[in-house]
């Protein structure tokens, strides 16, 4: 019976002191390394922000472009008719 208690006791000890270590290694703030980590990736994401609202306005202004070359396209295919239209009526 005391060979079996003595080894629950050690069991428990090392138990302890296992538990010990590893909330001695957890600190409660950040080292230098992580906080560096965090300062990157924050900087990493702000210029993926700024890239993607660049590429929203880049693209705001192209789908402009393509209406107003659509309306051009669109009043010179009008226009041609209208040629078309006078040059069979002059004949």
């Known amino acids: 019976m005391k060979n079996t208690s ?8 090392v138990c302890l002191l296992l538990v010990a270590f590893m909330l001695a290694g957890c600190s409660r703030h950040p080292n230098e390394k992580e906080l560096k980590a965090l300062e990157e990736t924050k900087q990493a994401a702000l210029a993926a922000e700024a890239k993607a609202a660049d ?4 693209k705001a202004s192209l789908e402009q472009q393509l209406t107003d070359l659509n309306q051009k396209v669109e009043q010179m295919v009008q226009e041609k008719a209208t040629v078309e239209k006078r040059l069979t009526d002059w004949q």
């Open 6 to 13: 003595r080894w629950v006791l050690r069991i428990a000890v």
């Open 55 to 58: 590429c929203t306005k880049e």
